[in-house]
């Protein structure tokens, strides 16, 4: 193997798929069947939620704040469901970043449902909406990774746009084929994190697409397993460990990583949902006993699709006029459900348990 040095461009990156030799070692089969069990707990237990709409925004949100943090964007839950909400006029930059995100893998998601495929075209439109311009693809040269304290070049990408544009298109193809396996979605991050195809934004682009492989390959339903959390608590070793694959060819600590990540956060996500279920049932019987007049499942479940909710979001849900919109709102708060608070003119009301459950 050539001698690894990090300023020289790696203009040699290999074609996928891998040497099988290197990915599929006994302890990654054995580490891919427990993944494969927790995801597929977690396919079959999002459906205990009849609304799904109120799981992708929950759990789409966490990832939207985690991903966004793992590049230094820091914001705060409350600022995004205030911005989700459009209960306010002036939004953080980083809150603005978390959303562009959320957008971004919105469209995404759509996109792998309607055509069962991802092209380089979609994957450079998630990256502009992440970013907020059109540079699209590395033309020039010059791109290379430092570490933020010391300025040391760690790793520098393919330079030349002809070999970037060849090493994508080998990545889609290989995305796109029959072969299904976790195994697959670990070899993918680490070839597109190592291309680095764009000036901006690859991290999150590319943990977009994980996510929508995830869909594709019918592991999941709708998009709510995400690693970000899991790279935060682990950033370090994430960043040694890509390396280590391209040093050293270390393909087996990487993917049992991943796989490990995988296996965990699908874990943390089932007890989440079903810590939903658990409220939501709990809501519903409170209103029934105490509200009876204005329960309605449509009501409910507004409130959990809507943490951060409104009279508009309810005259919507439930066909019902502004004037008895915010009388239910004060209704719910009266018994407890919700808690008001004014922005400028506007009374936003929020379903505090649910913001807590989900700052945990």
Same mark, same amino acid.
């Given at each position: 193997m050539k001698e690894f040095n990090p300023s020289k461009p790696n203009n040699d990156l290999s074609f996928l798929p891998p040497d099988t030799s290197k990915t599929e070692t006994v302890q990654i089969l054995k580490q891919e069947s427990k993944a494969s069990a927790a995801i597929a707990e977690l396919k079959g237990i999002a459906h205990i939620i009849p609304n799904q709409a109120i799981l992708i925004n929950a759990i789409v949100l966490q990832e939207a704040k985690d991903s966004s943090e793992i590049e230094n964007i820091i914001t705060t839950k409350d600022d995004l469901y205030k911005a989700v909400s459009s209960t306010v006029t002036k939004i953080?930059?980083?809150?603005?970043?978390?959303?562009?995100?959320?957008?971004?893998?919105?469209?995404?998601?759509?996109?792998?449902?309607?055509?069962?495929?991802?092209?380089?075209?979609?994957?450079?439109?998630?990256?502009?909406? #992440?970013? &907020? /311009?059109?540079?699209?693809?590395?033309?020039?040269?010059? $791109?290379? %990774? @430092?570490?933020?304290?010391?300025?040391?070049?760690?790793?520098?990408?393919?330079?030349?746009?002809?070999?970037?544009?060849? #090493?994508? &298109? /080998?990545?889609?193809?290989?995305?796109?084929?029959?072969? $299904?396996? %976790? @195994?697959?979605?670990?070899?993918?991050?680490?070839?597109?994190?190592?291309?680095?195809?764009?000036?901006?934004?690859?991290?999150?682009?590319?943990?977009?697409?994980n996510m929508l492989y995830l869909i594709l390959k019918g592991y999941l339903d709708i998009p709510i397993l995400y690693l970000s959390s899991y790279i935060i608590k682990n950033k370090s070793l994430y960043y040694e460990l890509l390396l280590g694959v391209t040093k050293d060819n270390n393909w087996e600590k990487w993917i049992l990583y991943i796989l490990t990540g995988i296996e965990q956060t699908a874990k943390e996500t089932i007890v989440k949902i079903k810590s939903i279920r658990e409220l939501l049932e709990k809501t519903i019987e409170t209103v029934k006993e105490k509200a009876s007049k204005i329960y309605s499942k449509e009501l409910v479940e507004t409130l959990f699709v809507n943490p951060y909710c409104k009279v508009e979001f309810i005259t919507k849900s439930v066909n019902v006029e502004r004037k008895a919109a915010s009388r239910y709102l004060h209704q719910l708060e009266e018994i407890g459900v919700l808690k008001s608070y004014k922005i400028g003119k506007e009374n936003i009301f929020i379903n505090t348990e649910l913001i807590e459950l989900l700052k945990q």
């Amino acid at each position: 193997m050539k001698e690894f040095n990090p300023s020289k461009p790696n203009n040699d990156l290999s074609f996928l798929p891998p040497d099988t030799s290197k990915t599929e070692t006994v302890q990654i089969l054995k580490q891919e069947s427990k993944a494969s069990a927790a995801i597929a707990e977690l396919k079959g237990i999002a459906h205990i939620i009849p609304n799904q709409a109120i799981l992708i925004n929950a759990i789409v949100l966490q990832e939207a704040k985690d991903s966004s943090e793992i590049e230094n964007i820091i914001t705060t839950k409350d600022d995004l469901y205030k911005a989700v909400s459009s209960t306010v006029t002036k939004i953080t930059p980083a809150t603005k970043e978390v959303m562009f995100y959320r957008e971004a893998l919105y469209i995404g998601f759509q996109k792998v449902k309607q055509r069962g495929i991802l092209s380089i075209n979609d994957i450079i439109e998630i990256q502009k909406i #992440l970013i &907020k /311009n059109d540079a699209g693809i590395r033309t020039t040269q010059g $791109t290379a %990774l @430092v570490n933020d304290k010391t300025n040391e070049v760690i790793y520098t990408p393919p330079q030349s746009c002809d070999v970037i544009q060849r #090493l994508l &298109k /080998n990545f889609v193809e290989y995305l796109n084929d029959e072969e $299904t396996s %976790l @195994v697959k979605m670990a070899v993918l991050h680490y070839q597109f994190e190592t291309i680095h195809p764009f000036y901006d934004g690859n991290g999150r682009t590319g943990r977009i697409v994980n996510m929508l492989y995830l869909i594709l390959k019918g592991y999941l339903d709708i998009p709510i397993l995400y690693l970000s959390s899991y790279i935060i608590k682990n950033k370090s070793l994430y960043y040694e460990l890509l390396l280590g694959v391209t040093k050293d060819n270390n393909w087996e600590k990487w993917i049992l990583y991943i796989l490990t990540g995988i296996e965990q956060t699908a874990k943390e996500t089932i007890v989440k949902i079903k810590s939903i279920r658990e409220l939501l049932e709990k809501t519903i019987e409170t209103v029934k006993e105490k509200a009876s007049k204005i329960y309605s499942k449509e009501l409910v479940e507004t409130l959990f699709v809507n943490p951060y909710c409104k009279v508009e979001f309810i005259t919507k849900s439930v066909n019902v006029e502004r004037k008895a919109a915010s009388r239910y709102l004060h209704q719910l708060e009266e018994i407890g459900v919700l808690k008001s608070y004014k922005i400028g003119k506007e009374n936003i009301f929020i379903n505090t348990e649910l913001i807590e459950l989900l700052k945990q």
